[in-house]
C-alpha cells in the first residue's frame, strides 16, 4: 500500500491509500465453476461469436511492488493486442521501461480476457494504465482525454478517503463516463463500507458473492452500492467476471442482437440495467422501496445468460405518457395499448417540467400476464449528468390496472437505480411506470433512461420415462433449481439428493428414479 503524492496534490483533503482488492493470494482455482455461476458457460451454449471481439477494454493496476503494476501479454493469449500508460510513459511492448509484470494484474486479466479462464476472451485491444496515471491524467481533469476504451476495469480502492474527497473522485468518474459513454466496473472492497471509485453514481461496483466483501450504503449519502455480485477470492477477482460480460453484451449490442437501435443498446446506461436485470437473487437477498438493492449482493449474483437474453427480447417503446400535479398521485392511465413481449428494454427519455405550475412526469409501460404465475423484475437507470452535483430524481412504479392498486415501488431519492422484485406475481394487466420528478430542484427538464423488464412465468413439468421421473423447465431464466421434499404439507425443501440438470434443446431436465414413496417437488430461485 502506498501513499500517492500526485493524487494527494488533486485531493489535499487526505493522505489516500491505493490498495488491491485481493482476500487471498491465489484466485479461485474452479474457474469452470465461476463460469457456471455466473451464467457464461450456458451463455456460450446458446449463443456464437460472442467473446469480445471489435471491443477496446482498459485495466487499470495499482502497483504490488516497485513498478509492478502490469500484464505480461505473452501469458495472456493475446499477444499484440496491449498498449501501457503510467507517468514514465508508454510502449506497446511487453517487457518495456514503463513497468513490469504484476501477479496481480495477471489474475485479474485471468477472469476478464484471458482464453483459458475469461470471459470476453478475444477483444480487439487492452489499455493497461497504472491506476494512479489513469485518475490523475485521464478522469480527474476538467476536461478529461478520451482513452476509447468502452469498458474500464478497476480491481482496486482508494483507502482512506473523506466524504468529501470520496464525493470529488466520484464526480470526476461520473463526468468522464457520461461525457464518453465509458463503463466503469470497480470492485467494492473486501471489508468496511464501499470504497471509491465503485461510489461512483455512473458506474457498477462489483462484490463477491458470497456476501463477505465491503457493504452499502456508500458514507456520502446512503446509496444504494453495491450493484452486482460474481464469485471469486476477494473482489479483485469477481469485477473482471462482471467487466468481460459487459464487453461481450456490448459486441452483441453493437452486432444488433438487441435490434435495429444499436446506439441504444450500447448505451451504458443500458448495459448496466441489463447486468444488474439479469442477476439472480441469493438466498438471504432483500431490498426495499427506499433502498432499491441489497446491501451485500445488490441487484445480486452476476447471470451473464439472462442478461444477454432479455437484450435480445429487443426494445419496446412505453405505450403513453401523461403529466400530473407534482407530488400528486399517478394511477394508470387506462390506456388499452400493450407491450408486445414480456421480456425486454427501452431506452428512452422523460419530460417534466420547472416551471412555477410544476408537474410530474410518467411513462407508462402495459403488460397483459395470463394465465400463469409470474416474476417480476424490472431495473431503470440514468446517469448523474455531466459537471453536475445531483441527479434527477426518477422512480418505478407497478400498478394493477384491475384496481388502481401499487403493487411495488422503487423510489430511492439519491439512487440513480430503481429496481423492482416480486416472485409470485399474479396474473392480470400491469402498469410499469417510469415516473419523473418536477419542481424546483431538478438538475433539467429531460432525462434519458434505460428500462429492462422480465415477467417470466417458470413452471416445472413432470413426466415418465421407465422406471423414472423426468423434471423439466426452460432455460430462460436461469438460476432456477428443482427442489424436493417427502413430506406433505410441504417443508423441508433441498435439492442435496437431486441429480444435476441436463441442457438440451432450451430445456432443463433432471431425472430420479420413481419410488413408492411420496415425493413432492418445485422450481424455485434461491432468494424468492
Known amino acids: 500500500m502506498l501513499c500517492h503524492p500526485s493524487l494527494m496534490n488533486i485531493l489535499p483533503l487526505s493522505c489516500v491509500v491505493l490498495v488491491v482488492l485481493v482476500a487471498a493470494l491465489f484466485p479461485d482455482v474452479a474457474v469452470s465453476q465461476n463460469l457456471d455461476l455466473t451464467g457464461v458457460t450456458l451463455f456460450r451454449a446458446l449463443t ?3 467473446d469480445g471481439t471489435g471491443i477496446r477494454v482498459a485495466q487499470t493496476e495499482a502497483m504490488v511492488g516497485a513498478n509492478a503494476w502490469e500484464v505480461d ?5 493475446l499477444p499484440g493486442r496491449f498498449s501501457y500508460y503510467s507517468s514514465a510513459g508508454s510502449a506497446t511492448v511487453y517487457p518495456n521501461s514503463v513497468g513490469s509484470s504484476s501477479w496481480h494484474a495477471q489474475l485479474v486479466a485471468t477472469n476478464f480476457y484471458v482464453p ?12 493497461n494504465f497504472g491506476a494512479m496515471y489513469f485518475y490523475n491524467y485521464m478522469v480527474s481533469p476538467t476536461t478529461p482525454p478520451n482513452c476509447n476504451d468502452s469498458i474500464v476495469n478497476q480491481s482496486w480502492i482508494f483507502n482512506g478517503l ?22 466503469f466496473v470497480s470492485g467494492a472492497g473486501n471489508g468496511g463500507p464501499v470504497s471509491a471509485p465503485s461510489t461512483c453514481y455512473n458506474g457498477i461496483a462489483v462484490a463477491v458473492c458470497d456476501g463477505t466483501s465491503s457493504y452499502g450504503p456508500t458514507p456520502d449519502n446512503g446509496r444504494s452500492k453495491p450493484d452486482l455480485t460474481a464469485p471469486g477470492f476477494g473482489t479483485s477477482y469477481s469485477t473482471p467476471y462482471v467487466s468481460g460480460s459487459a464487453a461481450v453484451l456490448l459486441q452483441a449490442a453493437l452486432r444488433g442482437d438487441g435490434g435495429s437501435d444499436t446506439n441504444s443498446a450500447a448505451d451504458i446506461r443500458t448495459l448496466k440495467a441489463l447486468l444488474l436485470n439479469g442477476a439472480v437473487k441469493p438466498i438471504g437477498w432483500t431490498n426495499s422501496s427506499s433502498a432499491p438493492l441489497d446491501t451485500r449482493y445488490g441487484a445480486g449474483i452476476l447471470n ?63 403488460f397483459n400476464l ?16 455531466a459537471n453536475q452535483n445531483s441527479i434527477n430524481n426518477l422512480g418505478l412504479f407497478l400498478y394493477d390496472t384491475t384496481n388502481s392498486n401499487l403493487i411495488a415501488q422503487s423510489t430511492s431519492p439519491v439512487d440513480n437505480v430503481q429496481h423492482i422484485f416480486l416472485p409470485r406475481l399474479a396474473a392480470g394487466r400491469y402498469d410499469l411506470q417510469v415516473w419523473k420528478a418536477g419542481g424546483a430542484n431538478i438538475v433539467s427538464t429531460n432525462e434519458s433512461y434505460a428500462l429492462v423488464w422480465s415477467f417470466p412465468a417458470p413452471m416445472l413439468t413432470v413426466g415418465r420415462a421407465g422406471a423414472n421421473v423426468t423434471l423439466s423447465w426452460a432455460v430462460y431464466p436461469a438460476g432456477y433449481a428443482v427442489e424436493a421434499t417427502t413430506k406433505y404439507p410441504a417443508t423441508g425443501w433441498g435439492t442435496n439428493n437431486l441429480p444435476g440438470p441436463v441442457f438440451t434443446t432450451g430445456t432443463n431436465t433432471v431425472t430420479v428414479p420413481a419410488t413408492a414413496a411420496r415425493q413432492v417437488f418445485r422450481l424455485q430461485q434461491p432468494g424468492s
Open 162 to 183: 473523506d466524504v468529501s474527497t470520496q464525493r470529488q473522485v466520484d464526480s470526476g468518474y461520473d463526468n468522464y463516463a457520461a461525457r464518453y459513454n465509458t463503463l
Open 304 to 366: 451473464l445468460f439472462n442478461s444477454y437474453k432479455e437484450l435480445s427480447f429487443g426494445k419496446y417503446p412505453f405505450i403513453n405518457s401523461d403529466l400530473v400535479a407534482s407530488g400528486g398521485s399517478h394511477p394508470p392511465s387506462g390506456a388499452t395499448g400493450t407491450v408486445n413481449a414480456n421480456n425486454g428494454w427501452d431506452f428512452n427519455s422523460i419530460v417534466s417540467t420547472q416551471a412555477s405550475n410544476s408537474v410530474d412526469a410518467v411513462n407508462h409501460y402495459y
Open 48 to 50: 456464437t461469436n460472442l
Open 370 to 385: 395470463t394465465g400463469a404465475v409470474y416474476t417480476a423484475t424490472a431495473t431503470l437507470v440514468w446517469n448523474r449528468q
Open 73 to 77: 501479454s505473452s501469458q495472456s493469449g
Open 116 to 127: 483459458l479462464g475469461g470471459v470476453a476472451t478475444n477483444v480487439l485491444h487492452v489499455d
